[in-house]
């Protein structure tokens, strides 16, 4: 497939970047770099390159459409689905997937691959560009690329090309501003020539919104991701066994030991929000990879299980809840309000939902599900065994119990009134998420995730 529009010249002193994978990293970095730079997204998925040709962002991120119409239409961004472009690029970022395999360790395939096609453009290259790992990848794994590209380019690194680890700490749903103001940037350069070349870079495009620099060994950059990952997904099972404790203690509520907690400034108040557990594409994936590596390094790695192990259960959990509630799950008929893994994202990849609905399902549970943007994505992996609503309010009327599953805003806008009138009768509410106050429900029959409450 040819390019999607023409590309402009550029002027000889302006970069061209080429950004190998149109996923979230992917394409949300590439709409953003195109602003200053001339941007051509590969991939290998012809739907995908057709859609974001028109300017349609194939999933839902925020800002990213507008984003992406606006560069497609003034020529900064195109995409293809050949490699051929990266000859002329200056910096190659590989944002593919790194999924886990079935034993749960690190699936190199699409890295390995990009890298293989990035080595052959590189050798009819007049230019000594960069190629810069973005995708998540476990420590060495940037070095061991550098063979690859070196037997398909016939080029040595730090002469006909460089490399550097560059690892991504966006946010889905806040992709783009995130993009346009990280927390930090984290570098770890292969040669020396890609560390001048790759500050240079991200210098001219945040200007004097430069963030902080980590600039460090390839391996030290890799690990830097990997152990935030953990580290954050950990200080949510945390609160989640904390929260399993408040709902034996009468009383008790999880989110004001949370606010106890986060006010010391050593914890600090961020990823200590009880629920249903973490999902989406990274966590799960990156601590079991991070797990499955530190066992071939002969490391106890029983912190991190326990994360996993709590995360796993928390969807039982929630099932455990429902069916106190309801006395049982037969026949009940059940709305999940919430199926993406966070709000302001179509992801169900990972939802917690999804695991909770097969729990309510297989207890006899009749579910209807709706979610403002996951439907399509909820829809594959439970096809029909739930009915989907086209919005919140219908999706509630006549239920025997709501569950909130995502803490989108526009189920923060229900109420007890709402609900009294939709479910015929005293509401009763499970708050999974915990977006409303337990006040604001005081005349129902409300539960929520660490909320000790005694039931009778
Ligand atoms: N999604 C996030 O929030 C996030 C945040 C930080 C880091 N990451 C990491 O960034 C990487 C990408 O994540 P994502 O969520 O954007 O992935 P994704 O699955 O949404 O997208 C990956 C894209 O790569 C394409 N692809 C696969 N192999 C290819 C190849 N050889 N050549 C060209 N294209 C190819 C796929 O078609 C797909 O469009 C992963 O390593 C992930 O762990 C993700």
């Known amino acids: 497939m040819t390019p999607s529009r023409p590309q402009l010249r550029p002027r000889s002193n302006e970069s061209r970047v080429a950004i190998v994978g149109l996923g979230y990293v992917g394409l949300s970095t590439a709409a953003c770099l ?5 941007v051509t997204g590969i991939d290998l998925d012809r739907d995908k390159v057709r859609l974001v040709g028109q300017g349609i ?4 991120e925020e800002r990213l459409s507008p984003l992406l119409r606006k560069n497609i239409n003034n020529g900064t961004l195109s995409c293809t689905t050949s490699f051929g472009v990266i000859s002329v690029a200056d910096f190659v970022f590989i944002a593919v997937g790194t999924p886990s ?5 690190i699936d190199l395939t699409q890295v390995r691959s990009a890298a293989q096609s990035i080595g052959e453009a590189i050798a009819t290259s007049q230019k000594h560009p960069v190629v810069i790992i973005k995708s998540t990848v476990i420590p060495g794994t940037s070095k061991t690329l550098v063979p690859i590209l070196e037997k398909y380019s016939g080029k040595a690194c730090g002469e006909g090309f460089g490399v550097c680890s560059n690892p991504e700490f966006l946010r889905e749903g806040q992709a783009v501003q995130d993009t346009l103001k990280p927390s930090r940037i984290v570098i770890g350069p292969v040669d020396e020539f890609s560390r001048q070349r790759i500050l240079s870079f991200y210098r001219r495009f945040y200007g004097k919104q430069m963030p902080q620099v980590v600039d460090t ?3 030290t950059a890799e690990m830097i991701k990997y152990a935030s990952n953990a580290f ?7 609160i989640n066994l904390i929260a399993r404790l408040c709902e034996k203690i009468p009383g008790s509520d999880v989110n004001d030991v949370a606010k106890g907690m986060g006010l010391d ?4 108040p961020l990823f200590l929000q009880a629920g249903p557990g973490f999902g989406g594409s ?5 601590v079991q990879a991070l797990v499955r590596y530190a066992k071939t390094e002969g490391i106890d790695t029983s912190l991190l299980e326990s994360t996993l192990a709590i995360n796993e259960t928390q969807p039982e959990n929630v099932a455990t809840q429902a069916e106190k509630m309801l006395g049982g799950l037969e026949g009940k008929s059940i709305a999940v309000l919430g199926l993406a893994f966070n709000p302001n994202t179509d992801d169900v990849r990972e939802s917690r939902a999804i695991p909770l609905i097969r729990k309510l399902v297989d207890g006899g549970a009749t579910v209807g599900a709706y979610d403002p943007m996951a439907m399509e994505g909820a829809k594959k992996e439970l096809g029909s065994i739930i009915t989907y609503s086209s919005d919140a309010k219908e999706c509630v009327k006549g239920s025997d119990l709501v569950i909130i599953m995502t803490a989108w805003d526009e189920f923060r806008k229900l109420d007890s009134e709402d609900l009294t009138r939709l479910m015929g009768g005293k509401p009763r509410v499970l708050d999974a998420r915990r977006i409303y106050s337990p006040e604001k429900f005081a005349n129902a029959d409300f539960s929520a995730t660490g909320l000790g409450t005694p039931r009778v």
Request: proline share 12%; hydrophobic share 30%.
């Open 57 to 60: 962002a194939p999933f839902r």
């Open 217 to 219: 060994s390839p391996e």
């Open 282 to 286: 990274c966590f799960p994936k990156d």
């Open 232 to 238: 954050l997904a950990t200080k949510i099972s945390f």
């Open 265 to 268: 400034p050593r914890i600090g």
């Open 34 to 38: 195109a602003t200053k730079f001339h």
């Open 101 to 105: 395999s079935k034993s749960g360790e």
